[in-house]
């Protein structure tokens, strides 16, 4: 199995590369070492720096999140014609959509409720006014007033 002007300990076996194999590792076992040093340096805290700066100048807090390295397209034909949007936009485009489609129907919740509110509010003056013109009246003395000379 050796290759020509390599050693036998470092050619090339049917259970994986060479290197892998004089560590000891399985290609299972390699993925899961390389994935989880790499999932801790993702976690880390110097991937978060600056996440609080930029969320106070107002911008995103991931820079990857929205600007114009992310929205522009790549590249476009040498005629000036755009370039096809790609997957990422069409779904950024989505959810952009869907959001302020969210928003529409919330604002018109609100004002169908303010409206409602509002239509409430005027019933009940109304009620209270009505119950007011249809009360007793004050009999006898109090309604016997001097008259007026004539």
Do not use: I, N
């Amino acid at each position: 199995m050796a290759a020509p002007g390599f050693p036998r300990s470092v050619a090339r076996a049917p259970r994986g590369h060479a290197h892998f194999r004089l560590l000891g590792l399985s290609m299972a076992a390699l993925g899961t070492r390389l994935t989880a040093g790499v999932r801790g340096l993702r976690c880390s805290a110097a991937v978060r720096a600056g996440s609080r700066w930029r969320l106070q100048q107002g911008l995103a807090a991931s820079p990857s999140g929205y600007g114009p390295l992310t929205e522009l397209p790549d590249w476009s034909y040498a005629d000036g014609r755009p370039a096809p949007p790609m997957k990422g936009q069409l779904r950024r485009k989505v959810q952009r959509e869907k959001f302020a489609r969210r928003v529409v129907l919330l604002s018109q919740e609100m004002d169908a409720g303010l409206q409602a509110w509002q239509l409430r509010q005027q019933e009940k003056l109304q009620e209270e006014e009505r119950k007011h013109k249809s009360a007793l009246k004050p009999k006898g003395v109090a309604l016997q007033s001097p008259l007026p000379s004539q």
